[in-house]
């Protein structure tokens, strides 16, 4: 569940997010779109707690976000997996590598890590291709190497901030595809996107942002701009 109410985000003078208010229930599979500029990666880098609400409630789950600590901020992290249009794998290690690191960092056991890697790699159907460095797979691999980072420590939320920003037409449904399978293990997905095509085709909730504000939220929705 995750719940923002009227909340505003200033960076500097600037306002950039004014007193948004939404509610996504868990489990659902939701749209964000808007333009440029709209202030969609900023409801993002809310969620997981890198930036914080200048006012108003943001709330995932049980966690009063508002109220956070900087300590109990890995603890949600857990809770949230992300994924991102540029991928941030890190080019040195191989995509097993990228995902064990994610366990690593968060104590993860030797045999836990030994368990989950290849279980979230077959889930994004990267089996047998592991041991390979992200400069020797395509945008779309790169893109399930990260989607199977972000689901080492099962999170409730998936949130994709323009994850097929970077992928031909293709490569970027099979990415949508395996969204929305996980989405049906009932995992909640926020997919935050421009992509017109997609998000008509998806049939699901849309809300849609502009200038800072939620100008609609429909389900079966189609983008409005
Ligand atoms: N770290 C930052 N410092 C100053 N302004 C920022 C910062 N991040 C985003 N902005 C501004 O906030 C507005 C919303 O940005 P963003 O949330 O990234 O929009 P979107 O993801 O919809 O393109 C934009 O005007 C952007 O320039
Ligand atoms: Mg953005």
Do not use: C
């Amino acid at each position: 569940m995750i719940k923002l109410e009227k909340v505003s985000k200033f960076y500097s003078k600037n306002k950039v997010l004014d007193e948004v208010s939404l509610f996504i229930k868990s489990g659902e599979f939701v749209s964000i779109v808007g333009q440029s500029g709209a202030g969609k990666t900023t409801v993002v880098r809310l969620l997981i707690g890198e930036e914080r609400a200048d006012s108003g409630k943001v709330q995932v789950g049980d966690w009063d976000i508002t109220r956070l600590s900087r300590r109990e901020i890995p603890h949600l992290r857990r809770q949230i997996g992300v994924i991102f249009q540029d991928f941030k794998l890190l080019p040195k290690k191989t995509l097993e590598e990228n995902i064990s690191f994610a366990l690593e960092v968060s104590g993860g056991s030797r045999e836990k890590i030994k368990k989950i890697v290849p279980s979230v790699l077959k889930i994004v159907g990267l089996e047998g291709k592991g041991k390979r460095y992200p400069g020797e797979v395509s945008g779309g691999e790169k893109q399930r190497a990260a989607i199977a980072r972000a689901l080492v420590h099962q999170p409730k939320i998936l949130l994709a901030d323009e994850p097929t920003g970077n992928l031909d037409a293709l490569n970027a449904d099979e990415i949508i595809e395996l969204l929305l399978r996980i989405n049906n293990f009932g995992t909640t997905v926020v997919l935050v996107t421009h992509n017109k095509e997609i998000v008509n085709r998806l049939n699901r909730r849309v809300i849609t942002m502009d200038s800072g504000q939620v100008i609609s939220d429909k389900e079966n929705g189609k983008y409005l701009l």
